[in-house]
């Protein structure tokens, strides 16, 4: 399945026609933060995405979450509040028919995975949700849990507990933080070191 990144704001118009032209299965839109703000507001998108899927035989259709819309934060207050702002934007996912939630996880310290697993469970105890979480990993320093492919496989572990959870794979994120997959062999390296989480990539970002 290929797609491509779509924006509203440049005109729909145009990006039907090159999801037509190219037959193109897929496509990502990268949110304004008033999607999940207002009724109005997501009924519009609704709309969108139905006729993308009705009449120009789009499969899936992701939804990247708004930048200050990462998981992230250093103190458990902030984590707290990034766990609470991306439950209520799954479940405006799940009722505009969208198939997968792509989120920037910058958590700069590794967490006790037993803590975490604590304040997931405070936010998400009484929430069984149906739509897609894919976590996309981060260009941040090698500290950061979202751009270390272990931390990053655990926390997904954790969160498919409440929800779906798979991972975005962003190849230009993946270089930058230090994972090498220069040919084929080392490629296949990679993919065997870290299988426990390649098996959980719903999406390619290829950069």
């Not at 990144?5 to 032209?21: A, E, F, M, T, V």
């Not at 939804?63 to 902030?78: F, I, K, Q």
Request: some cysteine; hydrophobic content about 40%.
């Amino acid at each position: 399945m290929i797609g491509i990144q779509i924006s509203g704001k440049q005109g729909l118009d145009r990006w039907i026609k090159i999801i037509d032209i190219l037959q193109l299965d897929a496509c990502q839109m990268v949110v304004d933060p008033s999607i999940f703000a207002g009724t109005k507001t997501r009924f519009h998108y609704q709309s969108i995405f139905e006729q993308l899927k009705k009449q120009h035989h789009i499969q899936k259709i992701f939804l990247h979450a708004p930048d200050h819309s990462n998981v992230s934060g250093e103190s458990r207050y902030h984590r707290i509040r990034s766990w609470k702002t991306l439950r209520y934007q799954l479940q405006q996912c799940e009722e505009m028919g969208v198939d997968g939630l792509i989120v920037h996880v910058n958590l700069r310290n590794p967490l006790d995975h037993k803590n975490l697993y604590n304040e997931l469970s405070s936010v998400f105890y009484d929430t069984l949700l149906k739509t897609p979480l894919l976590l996309e990993n981060t260009a941040y320093p090698r500290a950061s849990v979202g751009c270390r492919l272990d931390h990053l496989g655990k926390l997904a572990d954790q969160l498919n507990d409440w929800t779906p959870t798979g991972i975005c794979l962003d190849s230009a994120h993946l270089f930058a933080s230090g994972y090498l997959f220069e040919d084929k062999e080392a490629a296949f390296q990679l993919r065997n070191q870290y299988s426990q989480l390649f098996d959980r990539v719903a999406l390619l970002h290829v950069n």
